[in-house]
């Protein structure tokens, strides 16, 4: 299908053609007709991507922060090449679009294939098929066409706005900025029944928003000097729906205001503002965020739960559903607003349109032919072929995320591995990581899954690991599956009993095992007949709340996620698993014992070894991340974040290792292809799903007092 997308790198916007979606449990698969370019925030990122790094640099300064971290962490080589790749790679366009479903998910409700449906948010990209959450996808009435319906993601930001100034019949409102999402304000405010006075740099927007009878008075900006005119003096709100870097919007605000009137901001505008206008009239200064309540909470947005309503009235849905009602009932023109309409071949026309100088159009629509193709349900019956003999040295990678482009595919071709089919939720980011690596092709998860390919390679987020791996092994594939490979003991059970009836390979990516550093040290302290004693220390920071990892459905949180590379690096030091597990996993305020991000593991084994796993979440960022102790038998080895390693024999110290850091990603890619080729396998390598299981243990134990 085709794909409007834009490159970070220089600003180009593209025409893509990449995989269609495929439909899951919460979402809604639509044959797109019609999606409205937003013609301020995306002329804002057509021009950021437009600048040369210094700009971008002093226009994001908080992702400048992140690249200095990660330097100071990985190293400059490192940082670099995410940086590039990053740049190199193709993002998504657009979030307001409407059509018809053709798909949905078996626990979405008030949605039925051949629906007619307006869809927005990260996911109503401008696309010939868009595959949404079920919250943010609302049936569109007969009298609605496809391309009135495409507004009402974006009708929704002005919406929103609107609620937050707590306006009531009869009150006077300023807009300030009267581009898109302001002449939709205009609308609703003189719908809601508001004198409404617009303020605009741009004559030709005024006049359109008097013509379009959404303001009662309008005035240029300049107009308003130091005596603010009557007209539009002692508003009851201002709501400033402006996009610009300048703090001009901010410092109007308050003197178009009445004493304890309320200045809303809507826009991406300067916020340096001064104390004193605020203060002087008791000015209440509101943000509005986005389409409503329910935007940027994952549970929300992607896990399809919904406020309840009598406690949540508007929510990013319902202003959707009311902007489509007002629509329906010829009050909200938004047919108006449309100064140009383009075929989703000439979407790069439309955004150079944007970028001109000079005035830019108000509503840009992209048309859709209707789509010639079936819906497919992962996992829906595509047929499964057997790998071809002599396809071992060709791998299909499901997964084409920032580590897929950075680590795997770079440790997979080193290892002598030649792409095939890549596969990816949205097919834009496979199709990124083909265009880097120049091999393979783009294609669905069903594709990767049938192709000649003899190695599948399991890159996604978590929680769809074990399927994939079990459906690859089913496929008569040789597996390899980013850890962790499963997160219940169901999945855990299922995996291994396909492993075991189809004899196939299953390789989980526990690469610390196959770290040079660590495998110096498990040889210096391997003294036969002692035990060992193994500290393994993680300082891992903090993650946001809402991130992906910390939804137990999707990430299974940080000790199923990632405490499970530490129990295997601990059990692997040691040579087997424990028989006896202890854990104590400590939960902040609002974190549950699946999410917690602080938690101790130890485990006992049959020899007198013991091993401790310290992981928390509180450290200092100068920190070293990992660091790992062993002793036994009158030897100790320290292995300090994977860089440097000192092995202590009696008094005397040996130093191994420098700067560089290896955690044995491509070691373990490496090991890979030699258990491919060598008929007699490593039947004594310890099992990384018993290791899985021990972690699931820790977590089970994790909660149990007394």
């Known amino acids: 299908m085709k794909q409007v997308t834009q ?63 990660k330097a100071r962490n990985d190293g400059i080589r490192e940082t670099v090449r995410t ?29 039925a294939a051949g629906d007619r449906v307006a869809v927005g948010g990260a996911d109503a990209v401008h696309a010939e098929v868009d595959r949404v959450p079920a919250n943010l996808c609302v049936r569109l009435p007969d009298a609605v066409s496809f391309e009135d319906g495409c507004f009402a993601c974006v009708g929704s930001i002005a919406l929103h706005g609107v609620r937050q100034a707590g306006v ?33 740099l741009d004559r030709d927007l005024i006049a359109k928003a008097r013509d379009l009878g959404g303001i009662d008075f309008g005035f240029e900006r300049e107009q308003i000097g130091e005596a603010v005119p009557p ?55 509101r943000l509005s965020r986005s389409y409503g309540p329910g935007r940027y909470d994952r549970a929300y947005e992607e896990n399809g739960q919904d406020y309840p309503i009598g406690y949540v009235r508007w929510t990013e849905g319902r202003n959707m559903a009311a902007i489509v009602e007002l629509i329906a009932a010829g009050r909200l023109p938004v047919g108006d607003l449309v100064t140009a309409r383009f075929a989703v071949d ?45 396809s071992l040295d060709r791998a299909s990678l499901i997964g084409a995320g920032s580590f897929a482009q950075r680590v795997i595919v770079p440790g997979l071709r080193a290892a002598g591995f030649a792409l095939d089919t890549v596969a990816s939720a949205s097919g834009v980011s496979a ?63 299922l995996l291994s009993a396909t492993r075991n009836e189809s004899g196939g390979l299953l390789a989980v990516g526990f690469n610390r095992r196959h770290a040079p550093l660590a495998i110096k040290l498990r040889e210096h302290v391997a003294v036969a007949g002692h035990p060992l004693e193994v500290l393994i220390r993680v300082s891992a920071g903090r993650l946001p709340a809402d991130h ?57 084994f049959a020899d007198g070894s013991l091993a401790t796993i310290i992981y928390g979440d509180g450290n200092a960022t100068a920190v070293p991340k990992e660091l790992v102790e062993v002793h036994g038998g009158g030897r100790s080895g320290i292995l300090d974040d994977f860089r440097g390693l000192r092995l202590f024999d009696g008094r005397t110290e040996k130093k191994l290792g420098g700067r560089s850091q290896d955690k044995g990603h491509a070691a373990q890619f490496e090991h ?32 149990q007092t007394g």
């Not at 021009?47 to 300064?61: C, E, F």
């Not at 993002?91 to 409700?109: P, Q, T």
């Not at 870097?245 to 901010?250: E, L, R, T």
């Not at 990430?555 to 692997?572: M, Y």
């Open 548 to 604: 992906w990892l910390n939804d137990p459905n999707d990430g299974g949180g940080r000790l199923l996620g990632e405490g499970c590379h530490f129990v295997d690096l601990a059990c692997w030091l040691v040579g087997t698993v424990p028989t006896t597990v202890w854990s104590t996993v400590q939960p902040l305020p609002g974190e549950s014992i699946k999410t917690a991000g602080r938690f101790v593991v130890s485990l006992g």
């Open 672 to 703: 890979l292809r030699r258990r491919l080729t060598s008929a007699q396998g490593d039947p004594g390598e310890l099992d990384p799903l018993a290791t899985m299981a021990i972690t699931l243990t820790a977590l089970e134990n994790g909660g």
């Open 7 to 69: 490159r970070l790198r220089d600003g180009r916007v593209e025409v893509l053609q990449v995989p269609r979606p495929v439909v899951s449990a919460g979402t809604v698969l639509v044959d797109v007709r019609a999606s409205l370019l937003s013609a301020g925030t995306e002329r804002t990122k057509v021009q950021t991507a437009k600048k040369s790094l210094l700009g971008k640099a002093r226009q994001r300064p908080d992702q400048v922060a992140q690249v200095v971290e």
């Open 431 to 493: 199709r990124g990581l083909v265009e880097q690596s120049g091999e393979g092709e783009v294609g669905t998860p069903e594709e990767a899954l049938a192709s000649d390919a003899g190695l599948l390679v399991v890159a996604t987020r978590h929680a769809s690991h074990a399927d994939l791996a079990e459906r690859g092994l089913r496929a008569g594939k040789a597996v390899f599956v980013e850890k962790p490979p499963c997160l219940s003991r169901e999945e855990l059970e």
């Open 83 to 111: 940086v590039r790749a990053r740049l190199e790679q193709p993002s998504v366009l657009g979030y307001s679009a409407a059509g018809i479903a053709v798909a949905v998910g078996a626990d979405v409700r008030g949605v």
């Open 231 to 285: 007209d539009a003096a002692g508003c009851d709100a201002v709501i400033v729906t402006a996009a610009t870097p300048s703090n001009d919007p901010i410092e109007l605000a308050p003197r178009l205001c009445r004493d304890r009137g309320r200045v809303v901001i809507v826009g991406d505008v300067g916020l340096a503002l001064s104390r004193a206008p605020f203060y002087e009239k008791e000015i209440d200064l």
């Open 346 to 390: 000439d979407a790069p026309t439309a955004y150079e349109r944007l970028s001109a100088d000079g005035s830019s159009p108000l509503g840009v629509v992209i048309e859709y032919e209707p789509s010639p193709e079936p819906a497919v349900e992962l996992g829906s019956g595509v047929e499964v072929r057997r790998a071809a003999a002599g």
């Open 168 to 200: 009531v019949l009869g009150e006077r409102v300023a807009i300030v900025g009267l581009g898109l999402v302001g002449q939709l304000t205009a609308l609703l405010l003189r719908a809601a029944g508001c004198t409404v006075v617009g303020i605009d």
